[in-house]
Every structure is written in structure tokens, then in C-alpha cells.
């Protein structure tokens, strides 16, 4: 068997997220789907492992992958041959031919996402699947001392959603930037740190949003991390505004 590692981009606002679910149309499912083809329907089917899941609406520039086919193809080939077979809005980047000891899911070292807030007056129509909306006037300055707090190693207990099947809430984020992009009038998060919970990255957002909307202190990030209480943090930012940027494999 031969192991593959893709790097690829998807639109998530028509898939279900990564992850499969029956009936569903899901990125994992119809990767699988390709890749099996392209192994001509082995017996049992060849799974495809992410390098974490993505929600519904979720998109990605720089997901990773791996699976491991019965065929050696070169690097351009195989990417080629799964472009093929993927529906317009999956994209394989790059396909490399990797060692049986890379694992795209527990190899992984740390991972970017990036959030962006749209600020027009009203939805616009080109953007409202790629963008949360928020209307009122923000201070980047205070958003970005509230951000601080986020970083380091937390139990983030606070800003995770029901429904996680994690064993542990605490996580390391290493970096945290704000800024505002004049020329689309939006305002752009990035995030990176050693993993996030499901919906921690978005719940994060509507805090700091509150934050800069003045409807919180700036320091109340310690006091809600403390409390270690859902109910603390409120809201939840929409799923359209989220992108997985890159997942690094680095030392």
C-alpha cells in the first residue's frame, strides 16, 4: 500500500462538514468516494482521515488528508486524477507520496484558522456565505487586550459547545491577531494554536466581539476561562465566517 497526503481546499457552504454522516453530503464522504474510484472499489473500502473535522458552512484553504491506495501514481497524477473525479467546490492543492508514519490527524503540530466580520450596513448578498455580519462599530484596540488573555495553555471549558467528544478541554493557543481590512470593510481573526474544541474558535469570536462592540469589560476573558461555565460565554459566531488556513506538521 502506498500512503498519500492531500492538501485541499473546499467551499464548505453546501457540505454537511467533514465528517460522514448518513444520507449526507459531507467533504470526507466525497473524497472517499474519489479515491475509491480511482482504486477501483476495493473491498473493504479505503477510508480517508482528515486532519480534524469542520462544521456545516465551515470552508477550508489548506485542509489535510491522508489514505493509503493499493496503486503508485505520481505526486501530479494522483493530484490530477482526484481533480478529476471531485465536484467544483473540493480542490486538491497537492498530493504527496509520504511515509507510512505520517498520520494527518496525529501528526499534526498546530493549526490557523481565520475568521472574517463583515461591517456593511446590510448582508451583502456575494458575501453572507463567506462572512458573519456585524453592523456596528467595533474597537480593534480593546478586542486585541482581550485577546492576550486567550493565550497560553487554558482549560476552555467556557468556549466549547455542547456535543464535544473531546476527553480534554485545555488547550494551548499561541497566537491570536485582529485586524481590520479597509479595502473589503471587514475584520479579520487568526487564530493558531495545538487544536481547537468544536465551536471554540467561533464562540471566541462572538466574546471578542462583545467586547468590542463595548457590551463586555475587556477583562472579562480570565473571569469567564475561570468559571469554566458554557452559559458564561453566550454566543456563537456563524459557521460561514470560519476558514481552516493551514494545519503544520513542522517540528
Known amino acids: 500500500m502506498y500512503r498519500y497526503k492531500i492538501t485541499f481546499a473546499y467551499d464548505g457552504t453546501n457540505f454537511f462538514g467533514f465528517q460522514i454522516q448518513p444520507h449526507k453530503r459531507t467533504v470526507e464522504q466525497t473524497l472517499k468516494t474519489a479515491v475509491n474510484k480511482i482504486a477501483k472499489h476495493p473491498d473493504p473500502a479505503i477510508p480517508v482521515i482528515g486532519s480534524g473535522r469542520t462544521d456545516a458552512g465551515v470552508h477550508a484553504l489548506n485542509q489535510v488528508a491522508h489514505f493509503d491506495i493499493p496503486y503508485k501514481l505520481s505526486n501530479e497524477s494522483m493530484r490530477k486524477a482526484l481533480n478529476s473525479l471531485l465536484p467544483l467546490d473540493i480542490l486538491v492543492k497537492k498530493a504527496e507520496l509520504v511515509d507510512d508514519s505520517f498520520h494527518a490527524r496525529y501528526s499534526a503540530h498546530r493549526k490557523t484558522y481565520r475568521y472574517r466580520v463583515d461591517q456593511g450596513e446590510f448582508v451583502n448578498p456575494f458575501k453572507r456565505n463567506y462572512t458573519a455580519h456585524f453592523k456596528y462599530p467595533l474597537d480593534i484596540e480593546l478586542m486585541r487586550q482581550?485577546?492576550?488573555?486567550?493565550?497560553?495553555?487554558?482549560?476552555?471549558?467556557?468556549?466549547?459547545?455542547?456535543?464535544?467528544?473531546?476527553?480534554?478541554?485545555?488547550?494551548?493557543?499561541?497566537?491570536?491577531?485582529?485586524?481590520?481590512?479597509?479595502?473589503?470593510?471587514?475584520?479579520?481573526?487568526?487564530?493558531?494554536?495545538?487544536?481547537?474544541?468544536?465551536?471554540?474558535?467561533?464562540?471566541?469570536?462572538?466574546?471578542?466581539?462583545?467586547?468590542?462592540?463595548?457590551?463586555?469589560?475587556?477583562?472579562?476573558?480570565?473571569?469567564?476561562?475561570?468559571?469554566?461555565?458554557?452559559?458564561?460565554?453566550?454566543?456563537?459566531?456563524?459557521?460561514?465566517?470560519?476558514?481552516?488556513?493551514?494545519v503544520d506538521y513542522g517540528k
Open 146 to 246: 482581550a485577546a492576550q488573555d486567550f493565550i497560553g495553555e487554558h482549560d476552555f471549558t467556557s468556549f466549547v459547545a455542547s456535543g464535544s467528544q473531546a476527553k480534554s478541554n485545555v488547550r494551548t493557543v499561541y497566537s491570536i491577531t485582529i485586524d481590520r481590512d479597509e479595502h473589503d470593510n471587514e475584520v479579520v481573526f487568526d487564530f493558531t494554536g495545538n487544536g481547537f474544541l468544536y465551536n471554540q474558535i467561533r464562540i471566541m469570536v462572538a466574546f471578542l466581539l462583545e467586547v468590542g462592540s463595548k457590551q463586555r469589560p475587556v477583562s472579562d476573558v480570565k473571569r469567564v476561562l475561570a468559571a469554566r461555565d458554557r452559559t458564561q460565554a453566550r454566543m456563537t459566531a456563524p459557521a460561514s465566517g470560519l476558514y481552516l488556513v493551514s
